[in-house]
């Protein structure tokens, strides 16, 4: 079992119920076949074990997107990035 694999299933143990289930790998290729490069298999590994989080108050700041949303999230922000304009402000 990978350290990945092992931490999910601790968080799995400590908070039941919060990780959404894997996705599986068919699902990964075609989400993420529109992206300019390839991903790591330490992501896939990632998304075949959880697919996101349930409650999206785990992480203080942030939280787990699915890879549904990380993938739009990341085309917004190359809308934005080929403007040269950064899509957050200050305050």
Not at 32 to 49: A, G, I, M
Not at 68 to 88: C, H, M, T
Request: aromatic fraction near 14%; include cysteine.
């Amino acid at each position: 079992m990978s350290p990945l694999s092992e931490a999910i299933e601790r968080l799995e143990a400590k908070y039941p119920g919060v990780l959404e289930l894997g996705a599986k790998f068919e699902y990964i290729e075609s989400v993420v076949r529109e992206l300019p490069y390839q991903l790591p298999k330490e992501t896939y590994e990632l998304y075949l074990l959880t697919d996101g989080l349930a409650a999206r108050v785990l992480f203080w700041g942030g939280h787990l997107l699915c890879l549904s949303e990380a993938v739009d999230a990341y085309k917004r922000l190359q809308k934005y990035n080929n403007f040269g304009v950064v899509p957050f402000r200050k305050g």
